[in-house]
Nanobody
């Protein structure tokens, strides 16, 4: 059973930075996709970043490209989302998710396709 635990959320002013972490356990396949989604009340979860294993390809949504980076520490089995130049519109609950799929890319990712989720971490950006 895959378990995901996010940490690192908080409140910052616009222009600030945060780094989110997602500690994973129970992933037994070498082929998987880990993604960061975010959600604001009343809206669907939006995929903002994806990591594809085993190739290690990372992709970012256009809304965060140039400001966010996604990376994975294989030794620590942790996925990171470095968020710089934060904007008020980045305010959301951020979730880490995992599924078995080959060659995943952030475009086209749907939350309904992911069986494993973390508990979420709140990011609040004030203007």
């Amino acid at each position: 059973q895959v378990q995901l635990v996010e940490s690192g959320g908080g409140s910052v002013q616009a222009g600030g930075s945060l780094r989110l972490s997602c500690a994973a356990s129970g992933i037994t396949s070498s082929i998987y996709c880990m993604a960061w989604f975010r959600q604001v009340p009343g809206k669907e979860r939006e995929a903002v970043a994806a990591f594809s294993a085993p190739d290690g390809t990372t992709t970012l949504a256009d809304s965060v490209k140039g400001r966010f980076t996604v990376s994975k520490d294989n030794a620590e089995k942790t996925l990171y989302l470095q968020m710089n130049s934060l904007k008020p519109e980045d305010t959301a609950t951020y979730y880490c998710a995992e599924r078995w799929v080959w060659n995943c890319r952030v475009s086209g990712l749907r939350s309904a396709d992911f069986p494993s989720w973390g508990q979420g971490t709140q990011v609040t950006v004030s203007s």
